[in-house]
């Protein structure tokens, strides 16, 4: 089955490989776990609230936590706060343990921690629970147009 973040990568012409699990529990944790993957190198995508209906994407390894000074700073906000389950699923158009950075409904700027670009490969989700893409975080920044910063504590 093709996702919509898929789709956007094929449409890129961007080199992934898909990667399918038993989804039995959300968190990248898991995932890592269940693939075998470093969870350093599996990447969980957050929903940011940076007020005035503004959102961001931000994506780090399964291991750090986000800070949420370093995004908001990063992005030219006072502030920032992680969004509700209903709010991130709506403007994304996945489901929570499945949010892709690619081909979101609501486009809306993204950043990659920079613990993250000097890997080969990372996984990060494929727009569905139980499927991750492998790729570059190169061409992760490249397909998104992103940032790379320091985001994480």
Do not use: W
């Amino acid at each position: 089955m093709s996702t919509r973040g898929v789709k956007f990568l094929e449409k890129q012409k961007i080199d992934f490989e898909l990667i399918r699990y038993e989804h039995l529990e959300k968190g990248a944790a898991f995932a890592a776990k269940s693939t075998g993957f470093s969870l350093t190198q599996t990447i969980k995508t957050l929903v940011i609230d940076l007020g005035h209906k503004t959102y961001c994407l931000a994506m780090l390894p399964g291991d750090k936590q986000l800070n949420l000074k370093k995004i908001a700073k990063v992005c030219g906000a006072k502030r920032s706060a992680m969004v509700d389950t209903i709010t991130a699923e709506r403007i994304t158009g996945y489901k929570v343990g499945g949010i892709s950075p690619f081909g979101t409904q609501q486009k809306m700027e993204a950043v990659l921690d920079s613990s993250l670009i000097s890997f080969e490969s990372v996984l990060i989700n494929a727009g569905q629970r139980g499927s991750l893409v492998r790729l570059s975080p190169a061409d992760i920044r490249k397909s998104l147009n992103c940032r790379v910063e320091d985001i994480s504590e």
